[in-house]
Structure formats: structure tokens, C-alpha cells
């Protein structure tokens, strides 16, 4: 869809290492490669009971939401429209209803109708946004919503582990990180480790289990 409403009514996965999300990707790259054409993440959880950066726990506990754009993979300005909603227990012990409201004039992400992302078009564009008034914009100056005015499709994907920084070496979590984001062996360090992490895997609790998914263009 290009604008719409997108919801999705969802028990996420739980248990060591584990990375459960629901996001969009563009069916054209039309201003090239990732990610110049954008990403709307709905929903990114880690499955660990705890994952400490300092006194914030980025682990099942929290639920969070990013668009991803930039020039190039190095210039990602994800963390200027990113959020993150934390409960007392972990997102995956019930089902929720995670829903984007996309329009010409915002982006608005929720869970449970409670407002994780509120991302305004912005006054001048995306690439004012995130570089200034310097340099050559890669999108139309007459499109403000773009990368985000093409049409996206939905990805609803469970994944475990990875050495992009989505679980940082440096926090605290509630068993031993099995791998180090440098290594050349992730999978073989993972898996000669799953003593410490198999133990927190339980039948259906490391399923994401849908219920429904609807995608409607405005």
C-alpha cells in the first residue's frame, strides 16, 4: 500500500536471543538501495528477559518502532524518528495490536492504541530533517514525505541473534551473550553455547502467532 492503515494483532516470541518484528520495506527502490528507499518498523523486541544499556532494559519488556532513511547505509538517521514503549511484563506473555497510520502529513505507530512513534512530514523534507540545508537532496524537494510516498509491503519475521548491533556486547543481559559482534563464527559461537540459552526456548512461547493482519489504503 501507498498511505494507509496497517494493523496486526500479534503474540510475540519470547526467550534468549531471540528478535521478532513487523515491518515494511518498499516493492520499488526507486531512490536505490537500502536506505535510501526507506523501512517502517513497527515493532523490533528482543525475547530476553532483561537486556540492561546502563538502567534502561531494551529487553521483552519493551517494544519499539524506527523508519529507517538516509543517503547510504552509513548516514542512517534512524535514531531521529525512532521510539520505544516499556511494560512491567514481557510483550510476549499476551497478544497485542500493533497499528501504523501513514498519511501524506505523518506517521503514527501504536501499540494497543498507545502512541510509540509520532513522526510529522517534515516542514522541509526528510533530507533537510536529517543532513540540513547542505548537499544535494536524493529525493523529490516536491514530495516531503519521501522515501516515504512510495508503495511498502509487510514482513512479519522472526530472527535469532545477528552481529549488527541489535545486541550489543556491552549490555547486561540475563545469561551470557553467546557470541561477540565480530566474529567471523557467530552461528557455530551461538550454537556451541545453547546450553546457556536453549533452557529459556519453550514450545510455542518462541512462535510469533498471528492472529490477523490488515492493510488498507487510505
Given at each position: 500500500?501507498?498511505?494507509?492503515h496497517?494493523?496486526?494483532?500479534?503474540?510475540?516470541?519470547?526467550?534468549?536471543?531471540?528478535?521478532?518484528?513487523?515491518?515494511m520495506?518498499?516493492?520499488?527502490?526507486?531512490?536505490?538501495?537500502w536506505?535510501?528507499?526507506?523501512?517502517?518498523?513497527?515493532?523490533?523486541?528482543?525475547?530476553?528477559?532483561?537486556?540492561?544499556?546502563?538502567?534502561?532494559?531494551h529487553?521483552?519488556?519493551?517494544?519499539?518502532?524506527?523508519?529507517?532513511?538516509?543517503?547510504?547505509a552509513?548516514?542512517?538517521?534512524?535514531?531521529?524518528?525512532?521510539?520505544?514503549?516499556?511494560?512491567?511484563?514481557?510483550?510476549?506473555?499476551?497478544?497485542?495490536?500493533?497499528?501504523?497510520?501513514?498519511?501524506?502529513?505523518?506517521?503514527?505507530?501504536?501499540?494497543?492504541?498507545?502512541?510509540?512513534?509520532?513522526?510529522?512530514?517534515?516542514?522541509?523534507?526528510?533530507?533537510?530533517?536529517?543532513?540540513?540545508?547542505?548537499?544535494?537532496?536524493?529525493?523529490?524537494?516536491n514530495?516531503?514525505?519521501?522515501?516515504?510516498?512510495?508503495?511498502?509491503?509487510?514482513?512479519?519475521?522472526?530472527a535469532?541473534?545477528?552481529?549488527?548491533?541489535?545486541?550489543?556486547?556491552?549490555?547486561?543481559?540475563?545469561?551470557?551473550?553467546?557470541?561477540?559482534?565480530?566474529?567471523?563464527?557467530?552461528?557455530?559461537?551461538?550454537?556451541?553455547?545453547?546450553?546457556?540459552?536453549?533452557?529459556?526456548?519453550?514450545?510455542?512461547?518462541?512462535?510469533?502467532?498471528?492472529?490477523?493482519?490488515?492493510m488498507?489504503?487510505?
Amino acid at each position: 500500500i501507498k498511505f494507509g492503515h496497517v494493523e496486526v494483532r500479534a503474540k510475540i516470541p519470547k526467550g534468549d536471543w531471540i528478535w521478532p518484528a513487523i515491518w515494511m520495506l518498499p516493492r520499488s527502490s526507486v531512490y536505490g538501495g537500502w536506505p535510501r528507499s526507506g523501512e517502517i518498523d513497527l515493532m523490533e523486541s528482543r525475547g530476553n528477559a532483561y537486556a540492561f544499556a546502563g538502567s534502561t532494559d531494551h529487553g521483552c519488556k519493551e517494544v519499539s518502532s524506527t523508519l529507517h532513511w538516509g543517503a547510504d547505509a552509513g548516514a542512517n538517521r534512524f535514531y531521529l524518528t525512532h521510539g520505544e514503549q516499556r511494560q512491567s511484563h514481557c510483550w510476549g506473555d499476551d497478544f497485542h495490536v500493533y497499528s501504523l497510520d501513514w498519511t501524506q502529513s505523518h506517521i503514527i505507530i501504536k501499540v494497543d492504541n498507545i502512541e510509540i512513534l509520532n513522526v510529522p512530514v517534515p516542514a522541509h523534507g526528510f533530507w533537510d530533517k536529517g543532513y540540513g540545508s547542505g548537499g544535494h537532496s536524493i529525493w523529490p524537494l516536491n514530495s516531503k514525505m519521501a522515501p516515504f510516498d512510495q508503495a511498502f509491503y509487510s514482513i512479519l519475521n522472526v530472527a535469532v541473534g545477528g552481529t549488527n548491533g541489535f545486541f550489543q556486547d556491552s549490555w547486561r543481559y540475563n545469561s551470557p551473550k553467546p557470541w561477540s559482534n565480530n566474529s567471523p563464527h557467530e552461528p557455530a559461537d551461538f550454537w556451541n553455547k545453547r546450553n546457556d540459552w536453549l533452557p529459556s526456548w519453550h514450545g510455542d512461547d518462541v512462535a510469533m502467532i498471528v492472529d490477523y493482519i490488515e492493510m488498507r489504503q487510505y
